[in-house]
């Protein structure tokens, strides 16, 4: 039950990085995300070394629940509107071997416990 989510790990041409968490089925237009999120350029993808540095885990791994090692602040968090709709979010914890339930409105929580702004805008086609 509930949403299982997909997240990608975006920057911007001002090196600015972005996580977008959505449904697992939704679809995302790398070529317009950026005017709804506040990105300076259309996204590409962030290297696999930035991803490790600022939220801890490697591609196939990433989660919203990252953003407890981003001390730093680097990241903005995006938690798609329509996701957050679900009662339960289903989320790795850190690897990509489990899966982690947490109600829609634990997770703000916790991603602003960790000092982020959790963003919930609409950005799936």
Known sequence: PGGHTKNLFLKDKKDRYF????????????????????????????KPEKLMEYLGVIPGAVTAFGVVNDAGGNVTIVLDADLMKNDVVNCHPLSNDATTSISSGDLIRFVEATGHTAHVLKVTV
């Open 19 to 46: 996580l977008l968490t959505v449904d697992e089925h939704a679809t995302v237009d790398l070529k317009t995300v950026h005017q709804i999120v506040g990105g300076a350029s259309k996204f590409s993808f962030g």
